[in-house]
């Protein structure tokens, strides 16, 4: 199993694939690798992963977030679950640094619920409909397309 890169993401990105799908996916391997994270190197292999740009940054941080499918669920002062993910990932580094290991289950949790938050998001009818005025989530001009499992079960959106 390996953790999603920038030049990954970005070569995805290029090929027009879906940018909640690529998100998504990010932070579902991010959740798998949990699971076998034992040692400091894989922590901080974790913490590189978690603060790669997703797609949606590569378009809108430059404008501070304005107009971003998910400006709600991690802009600038938001992102509470967000921000305690991260923090619990930067915990266990540290933990692991200090010579302890923390329960991984709280970290698993708040990834879930940030993936139901980010999949949520995905849902809203302006990303479902590719002719609406307002979906942001294809700059290119083109549906993007992407099939990825989830770890709530499969999606397998078209737009």
């Not at 040692?39 to 378009?59: D, G, K, M, W």
């Not at 923090?87 to 708040?110: D, F």
């Not at 009818?125 to 002719?131: D, G």
Request: aromatic residues 10%; hydrophobic residues 40%.
């Amino acid at each position: 199993m390996s953790l999603m890169t920038i030049l990954e993401m970005q070569m995805s990105y290029r090929k027009e694939e879906d940018p909640f799908d690529l998100t998504l996916e990010k932070w579902i391997r991010i959740r798998q690798f949990v699971g076998i994270a034992s040692t400091l190197s894989y922590f901080q292999e974790l913490l590189q992963a978690a603060n790669i740009a997703v797609p949606f940054c590569f378009e809108y941080q430059g404008k501070g977030c304005f107009g971003c499918p998910l400006e709600n669920v991690c802009g600038p002062g938001k992102g509470a679950r967000l921000l305690k993910v991260m923090k619990l990932i930067h915990t266990h580094y540290l933990a692991i640094l200090a010579g302890n290991m923390l329960p991984k289950e709280p970290l698993i949790s708040e990834i879930d619920g940030w993936l139901r938050e980010l999949e949520m998001v995905k849902a809203k009818p302006e990303y479902l409909n590719p002719k609406s005025e307002t979906n942001l989530h294809a700059p290119f001009g083109a549906p993007r397309r992407m099939k990825i499992n989830s770890i709530f079960g499969s999606n397998s959106n078209t737009k």
